[in-house]
């Protein structure tokens, strides 16, 4: 299959992972004592890390702002000191060279200011997770084995959840659309169905041997005719 069908592939599973985290985790928590505060303490660490992955955003735009701005420098600057050309066309780049070294220096303000932000809100995330792991330590010492079981499964289910976004990050945007679509759309929830000859193995349906065809030799995500889940070959 294709890197673009084996990334629709590898997010269908990791979704089917990540929601089995999701029971396991609303499971545990329901076994817990305290039920109002743990799951307080998980609005507050979502949010702080809510908040965290905003400040790296911004602190990524601005890196990547200012390395444009410094290759447009560079290449201003190599033109400048080749001398060639007017007088005044000489003048017109060296001018230009001022004003985006002007520019730069505001720009490296703003990514030093957007990557002390990131520090900060890393630091309060490691304060609120600290504290919410004290109180519920504290609610559920009688339920230590529980306790130590819901931790891992929510550092599972986190772990997933990074590595969806991740994994998102690097699809064509139409891609996730497709998958979101589709996976909205399908009764049972799941976006995908193996391609097996020419038949799909989701609606038990024979696509025409063109459209098969086309889904083994297709780069972008190929729709099942029938159904409309996105077709993937094991193994190709």
């Not at 030093?112 to 109180?135: I, Y």
């Not at 529980?146 to 064509?172: C, F, K, N, W």
């Not at 193995?201 to 063109?210: F, K, L, M």
């Amino acid at each position: 299959m294709s890197e673009r069908t084996r990334a629709i592939f590898t997010l269908w599973r990791l979704d089917t992972d990540l929601q089995r985290a999701e029971t396991l985790v609303a499971s545990l928590t329901a076994q817990l004592g305290d039920q109002v505060k743990v799951k307080a303490g998980d609005i507050a660490i979502r949010r702080a890390k809510d908040t965290v992955a905003k400040a790296l955003s911004r602190q990524r735009d601005q890196e990547f702002e200012l390395a444009q701005l410094e290759a447009r420098i560079k290449e201003l600057d190599t033109r400048l000191w080749s001398g060639k050309g007017t007088p005044r066309d000489l003048e017109m780049l060296r001018v230009e060279l001022d004003r985006e070294r002007t520019r730069r220096n505001g720009i490296e303000e703003q990514t030093l200011g957007a990557m002390e932000a990131t520090e900060r809100t890393q630091r309060d995330l490691a304060r609120v997770e600290a504290a919410v792991a004290t109180a519920i330590a504290s609610l559920q010492s009688g339920n230590v084995q529980r306790v130590a079981e819901r931790t891992s499964a929510t550092s599972r289910r986190d772990a997933l959840e990074a590595d969806r976004t991740s994994l998102i990050q690097g699809m064509p945007p139409e891609d996730v659309e497709a998958y979101n679509r589709q996976r909205g759309k399908s009764s049972d929830g799941v976006p995908v169905a193996e391609l097996t000859g020419s038949q799909c193995q989701a609606c038990r349906t024979d696509i025409p041997s063109g459209d098969a065809q086309r889904a083994r030799r297709s780069e972008a995500p190929f729709p099942c005719p029938s159904c409309g889940r996105l077709l993937f070959i094991p193994n190709a």
